[in-house]
C-alpha cells in the first residue's frame, strides 16, 4: 500500500518578468499536535515505543493468530509509514498487554506492571467494553480510568484512549452507552484524544466497507481479522495526526 506524506508548504510562483506573482492556493494547516512525546521522537527520526493496553480486543480474541491483531498490524504500519522521509530506519515496537475479561478494577491493578514497566511512550488504552457486561459503576469506571491517565502521564508518555466496539451483544445492555460517554468526558476534561472505534465500525457498515459479518466474529463480541486490520490502519492514522502528520491515504475511518 503505497503511502506518502502530505506536502508542508507550497511555492508561490511568479509567471513572466514582471507579471504579477501567481499566489498558489495556501497549504492545509497542519493538524494540531496532541501527542506531544510522539512528535517529538518523529522529529528527531526517534524510535517508539507503544504499549496496547485493555482487554480481549486488545489481546486479539477472535482473530486467527496473533499476527493479525490490531496491535501486530498497527506495528507494522507505523513501521512501514514512518521510513518514508526518515534519514534512518525507524524501529516502532507495539507491546500487546490486552487480557481477556479485563475490566477497569483488573486494568488498574495491572497497570504499573504491564503498562509503565515498560517505559512506553504511547499507551493506546481499549476499555470500557466488558464493564457494562460486568457490572461495574459508570463512576468508579470513570475514576479507575482518569486516575490512570494521570498515572500514565506522570511518566511523561502520551495516552490514547479507545472506546467500545460497536456490537450486538453490548448495543443489548442497556447502559453500555454511558461507559462511552464517561469515556468521552474524560478525553474533554483532560485532553486525551480518542480513536471512536463505536462510530467508525458504524460508518464502515453504513459507507458498505464492511458488513457486520465481515467485522464481527460469530461469538456477536469480538472483531475479525478483517475487522482488525482496519482498525489498525485507522489508529495508525490518527496517531500521526496527533503527533501533527497527515497521511491521507491512511485515514480509513
Not at 88 to 113: C, F, P, W, Y
Not at 143 to 159: E, K, Q, S
Request: glycine share 10%; aromatic share 4%; hydrophobic share 40%.
Amino acid at each position: 500500500m503505497s503511502k506518502r506524506f502530505s506536502c508542508l508548504a507550497l511555492a508561490v510562483l511568479a509567471i513572466g518578468s514582471g507579471s504579477p506573482a501567481l499566489a498558489q492556493p495556501a497549504a492545509p494547516a497542519r493538524p494540531a499536535i496532541k501527542l506531544a512525546r510522539l512528535a517529538s521522537l518523529l522529529g528527531r527520526d526517534g524510535d517508539v515505543r507503544i504499549v496496547a493496553f485493555g482487554s480481549s480486543s486488545t489481546q486479539g480474541i477472535g482473530a486467527s493468530s496473533p499476527a493479525a491483531t490490531y496491535p501486530a498490524l498497527l506495528e507494522t504500519d507505523l513501521e512501514q509509514s514512518l521510513q518514508i522521509g526518515a534519514s534512518s530506519r525507524r524501529s516502532v515496537t507495539v507491546i500487546n498487554r490486552g487480557k481477556g475479561g479485563d475490566d477497569a478494577r483488573d486494568m488498574a491493578q495491572r497497570l504499573e506492571r504491564d503498562v509503565l514497566a515498560e517505559h512506553p511512550d504511547v499507551v493506546i488504552w481499549q476499555t470500557g467494553s466488558n464493564d457494562p457486561l460486568k457490572g461495574v459503576p459508570v463512576e468508579r469506571f470513570k475514576a479507575l480510568t482518569r486516575d490512570g491517565i494521570l498515572a500514565i502521564r506522570a511518566t511523561g508518555a502520551d495516552v490514547v484512549l479507545m472506546d467500545q466496539q460497536w456490537c450486538q451483544r453490548l448495543s443489548g445492555v442497556a447502559n453500555a452507552g454511558q461507559y462511552g460517554d464517561a469515556l468521552h468526558e474524560l478525553s474533554a476534561e483532560l485532553g486525551v484524544p480518542v480513536i471512536r472505534r463505536h462510530d467508525m465500525m458504524l460508518s464502515w457498515i453504513t459507507r458498505g466497507l464492511m458488513t457486520p459479518q465481515q467485522m464481527i466474529g460469530p461469538d456477536g463480541l469480538h472483531m475479525t481479522d478483517a475487522g482488525y486490520s482496519r482498525l489498525a490502519r485507522s489508529a495508525a492514522a490518527q496517531l500521526l495526526a496527533g503527533a501533527g502528520l497527515s497521511q491521507p491515504s491512511l485515514v480509513r475511518n
